[in-house]
């Protein structure tokens, strides 16, 4: 497997780490989970702490995203590891819109599987690159914004966020 560096950095939440190969970003981690969450991601990866430009350049765009000045992300993003469908799940993701959300089963809908709302759940809480492909928007049927990588309490002041602006 790939090369991993990252850099830890406080966006507000905590502590998150951001990490990227030569390649691109490949992973978010959610507030405080340290490096234990990067390497149940990428179990077979070499993994350095070191700077580099792309994680700078996330870093710049996350916290400018935080500041409510970004509503897209186009530094270079990598997918290292994972099924057809999840990459399936994660582009239809990045079409919805800053400031709006989707239930489950309306991702679902969008993606032509509206029986696999289970499916989509699971790779929606799979996804490695929270914020950069927002799987935040994400809700429960009820409104409810239900669970996410980086907490509820997260999830919730990113969706008032983006609503705000």
């Given at each position: 497997?790939?090369?991993?560096?990252?850099?830890?950095h406080?966006f507000?939440d905590?502590?998150?780490?951001?990490?990227?190969?030569?390649?691109?970003?490949?992973?978010?981690?959610a507030?405080?989970?340290?490096?234990?969450?990067?390497?149940?991601?990428?179990?077979?990866?070499?993994?350095?702490?070191?700077?580099?430009?792309?994680i700078e350049?996330?870093v710049?765009?996350?916290?400018?995203?935080?500041?409510?000045?970004?509503?897209?992300?186009?530094?270079?993003?990598?997918?290292?590891?994972?099924?057809?469908?999840?990459r399936?799940?994660?582009?239809?993701l990045?079409?919805?819109?800053?400031?709006?959300?989707?239930?489950?089963?309306?991702?679902?809908?969008?993606?032509?599987?509206?029986?696999?709302?289970?499916?989509?759940?699971?790779?929606?809480?799979?996804?490695?690159?929270?914020?950069?492909?927002?799987?935040?928007?994400?809700?429960?049927?009820?409104?409810?914004?239900?669970?996410y990588?980086?907490?509820?309490?997260m999830k919730?002041?990113?969706?008032?966020?983006?609503?705000?602006?």
């Open positions: 497997m790939a090369q991993i560096w990252y850099q830890t406080d507000g905590g502590e998150q780490i951001v990490a990227a190969t030569d390649d691109g970003i490949v992973f978010i981690g507030p405080e989970a340290g490096t234990a969450e990067l390497t149940h991601f990428f179990k077979t990866a070499t993994v350095r702490q070191e700077a580099t430009v792309l350049q996330a710049q765009q996350l916290r400018e995203y935080r500041a409510g000045q970004r509503q897209h992300f186009d530094v270079a993003t990598m997918v290292l590891a994972a099924t057809p469908f999840q399936q799940v994660w582009r239809t990045t079409h919805i819109p800053y400031g709006q959300t989707v239930s489950y089963q309306q991702l679902a809908a969008k993606m032509n599987r509206p029986s696999a709302v289970r499916a989509v759940a699971s790779a929606v809480a799979k996804n490695p690159l929270m914020e950069i492909v927002a799987c935040h928007r994400v809700i429960l049927s009820t409104g409810q914004t239900g669970q990588r980086g907490g509820a309490t919730a002041r990113l969706l008032a966020m983006e609503k705000k602006a």
